[in-house]
């Protein structure tokens, strides 16, 4: 009786053994030894020159030099990134095709209820890239020095907002402003960041919320007024700036994120390469100092992290779309 236990009890460490040699050549397969074996392809859901962009080339640049294969950049502006979002989600999850997301990613499925895929199932989180504030400036001939002025007016009478487009976070931080401060704002959607510039710089529309990169010259240049910024904190790039809440719209918060995903199904393994790859690229001196440039600061997490943060910004933005019945215009 012993030793047919003992044999028993031998074969079942043998298959426990063999189950753990497999489960480790899964693994392993899982991640394939020359990943990748051919170039890869960064989709970023907006124009060249855009911030998306720029930091999407700054990690391309480095993951090329990392892994000995191109890491080809490809622009997909459309739709406030849902065309880049349409090809990732149908790309083979083998860890080739990599998305460059933005705050519109989580505002989409609110603003256009028909999407070809699903925001939160077609999409495998890689890591957060960065965040950064946007800025409330208006023309120099608006009346309002401040933020507590401005919304005292736009309670008089109604100021139009410049976007760089539907969904961008442009729009959204309008949206959010005149939804926190209770009044009402026309928007007015450009094609792109230099139309919009140019909306504002020329005094065809009143107010905008542009980046912190693509404003400052302008700002400083006295083309328009800086009231304050979108962010919870004051942000490094101009310190000398409030936040929108501290300056007389308390609760006001609207960050503009970036983030990488893959498509659905990719192994966790890669999925984890890929993570280590880009964060620790994000930490690297010269790309920090890149990043500070454009404004934004690496803001890197797991890929769970993300992946609650992104259905945690699907929730708010739904509720203040749905609130304000803002359209995609």
Known sequence: MGSHAGSHNVIRATLIIAHLAFGAAVAHAAV?????????????????????????????QKLSEQWSQPVVIDNRAGGGGIVASDIVAKSPPDGHTLLMAFTSHATNPSLYPKLSYDTLKDFAPVTLVATGANVLVV??????????????????KQLSFASTGSGASTHLAGVLFGYVAGVKLLHVPYKGAGPALAGIVSGETDMSFPTMVSILPQVKSGKVRALGVTGARRSAAAPELPTIAEAGVPGYEANAWYA????????????????????????????????????????????EELGRYTRSELQRWNKVIRETGAKAD
Do not use: W
């Open 32 to 60: 394939p030894p020359e990943f990748p074996n051919r170039p890869v392809r960064y989709v970023v859901g907006g124009s060249v020159g855009g911030a998306a962009d720029s930091l999407a080339r700054a990690i391309a």
């Open 139 to 156: 023309h120099p001939s608006v009346r309002a020095k401040n933020v507590s002025e401005l919304v005292a007016l736009a309670k008089t």
């Open 260 to 303: 990488t995903y893959v498509a659905a199904g990719t192994p966790p393994p890669l999925i984890a390469r890929l993570n280590s790859a880009i964060v620790g690229i994000l930490n690297t001196p010269d790309v920090k100092q890149r990043l500070a440039a454009l404004g934004v600061e690496p803001s890197t997490t797991t890929p």
